[in-house]
C-alpha cells in the first residue's frame, strides 16, 4: 500500500511570504502529525490531527497552522514566513483510533517538504 | 527541559559495534522507540521496546533500558556504512511524540 506522501518535496519562498504543505497519510489511517526539523533545534512536535480535529498542538507561534479533512489528508499553513522557518517539514500518520488503545504506536513518515526562506 | 536527550555525533568504524545514548525524562510511556532516518528521507521506525523488558534484541540491533536510571540505548552490530544515518530515540507514548535532536552516526570504511 501506499505510504504517506507529502507535496511539495522542495520549495523556495521569500520572507513575508506564506506557504502551504500538503500531506496524504497512509490509507485508512486517521490521525496525521506534524513535525518541524532543522540543524539547531532538531525534530520539533508542530500538532496532531485527528478526525479533522486538532488534538494537540508544539509550542509555535499562530503563524503555524493547520487542518484535516474527512479523507484525513492534512494541510499546514505558515504566514508571514521568516528566515528561521526554513526547515524540512515531516508528516506521520497513525492507525491509531484513539487514546488509550493498547499496543505500540508506531509512526510512519513521510519523505517530508523542504521549505527554504529567502 | 528537554523530554529526551542524546548525544549528536558518533563515529566508527565498518565492522565495529555502534552504541548510541538516550536519557529520558518522562517513564509513563508503556514503549520506547529507536527511529532512524537516512539522508533525504523522513523517519522509518527501526524497532522499540516494552517499558517492562530490560532488554530486546532484532537481529544486529540491541535496545538495552535502564528504568531506574530513565537511560535507553541502542547497539548496532558489526556496524556497515548503510547504517550511516540519524538515529532518534522517544519515549512519548500519544501521537504527539517528541524527540531528541538525534545521534548522527557516521561509519568510517
Known amino acids: 500500500k501506499a505510504g504517506v506522501t507529502q507535496t511539495p518535496r522542495y520549495l523556495i519562498k521569500t520572507r513575508g511570504q506564506q506557504v502551504t504543505l500538503s500531506c496524504s497519510p497512509i490509507?485508512?489511517?486517521?490521525?496525521v502529525s506534524w513535525y518541524q526539523q532543522t540543524p539547531g533545534q532538531g525534530l520539533q512536535f508542530l500538532f496532531e490531527y485527528f478526525s479533522e480535529t486538532q488534538r494537540n498542538k508544539g509550542n509555535f507561534p499562530g503563524r503555524f497552522s493547520g487542518r484535516q479533512f474527512s479523507n484525513s489528508r492534512s494541510e499546514m499553513n505558515v504566514s508571514t514566513l521568516e528566515l528561521g522557518d526554513s526547515a524540512l517539514y515531516l508528516c506521520a500518520s497513525n492507525p491509531r483510533v484513539a487514546r488509550g488503545v493498547s499496543g505500540a504506536n508506531v509512526l510512519t513518515f513521510g519523505a517530508g517538504s523542504r521549505l527554504t526562506v529567502l | 527541559g528537554e523530554d529526551v536527550e542524546q548525544s549528536l555525533f558518533l563515529s566508527v568504524r565498518e565492522g565495529d559495534s555502534s552504541v548510541i545514548n538516550c536519557t529520558y525524562t518522562d517513564s509513563s510511556s508503556t514503549y520506547l522507540y529507536w527511529y532512524k532516518q537516512e539522508p533525504g528521507a523522513g523517519l522509518q521506525l527501526l524497532t522499540y521496546?516494552?517499558?517492562?523488558?530490560d532488554m530486546k534484541q532484532d537481529q544486529r540491533l540491541t535496545v538495552l533500558l535502564n528504568k531506574k536510571d530513565k537511560h535507553l540505548s541502542l547497539r548496532i552490530a558489526d556496524t556497515q556504512t548503510g547504517d550511516s544515518a540519524i538515529y532518534f530515540c522517544?519515549?512519548?507514548?500519544?501521537?504527539?511524540?517528541?524527540f531528541g535532536a538525534g545521534t548522527r552516526l557516521t561509519v568510517k570504511p
Open positions: 522517544s519515549n512519548r507514548e500519544s501521537n504527539d511524540m517528541r
Open positions: 521496546i516494552f517499558s517492562n523488558m
Open positions: 490509507s485508512g489511517h486517521r490521525s
